[in-house]
């Protein structure tokens, strides 16, 4: 999951970064509003983490365009404000939820989990590829109920992969999933990871399919073979 996180508190933005990327996630952090609709109009994410006070362009103001220009994106609203109209406010024009601040991170991850559900109804906690799991409560996966433990990159490949819902993925959406806006993306390197991801997923019945022109693809083996 790729977050963008909009908090003009340095101080507090990098602590919510470190914490979630130590998750695994890949965030990346704005303190403008202006700049953070700039780039959820150029980039792909999967989660906006809110501040309402923002410089330049209010956070109700960033998320009333998100809104409508038609961006589904999922919005957790973060603030200091605990006020009954205001969180009123930012739900009926469209946050997906409201937290106040000081954010407890345990609490954050239950609301972001349960906003992935919200996106694969029916699925309930599990995502399924053959004998492939992944538990969205916990973000791990296991193979025939024997945990497949994958550093960091390599679990954003697979759980990208796995949330297509038996789509492909191209590999620049691949790269903008595991690479922040302050590192070096490289086509390579996704290469190198799917091709690990390859071997350690050998003992499943699940493959990653490279379809040329178009990108990759995770799907059962057929039986028999590959």
Known sequence: MKILLVEDNLELAQSLAELLRQ???VVDHVDRGDAADQLLSQSHYDLLLLDLNLPQLSGKALLRRLRERGDSLPVIVLTASDSLDQKVLCLE?????????????RELLARMQAIARRQMPGRENQVRCGNLQ???RTRLFSVADEELALPPRERSVLEA????????LPKQRLMDVIYGMDEEASADAVDLYVHRLRKKLQASDTTIMTLRGVGYLL?????GGD
């Not at 799907?219 to 039986?223: G, N, R, S, T, V």
């Open 219 to 223: 799907k059962q083996k057929l039986a």
């Open 93 to 105: 024009i469209g946050a997906d939820d409201y937290l106040v601040k000081p954010v407890e991170v």
């Open 161 to 168: 992969l796995m949330l297509q819902n038996g789509s492909a």
């Open 134 to 136: 992944l538990d969205l």
């Open 23 to 25: 998750h695994a996630f």
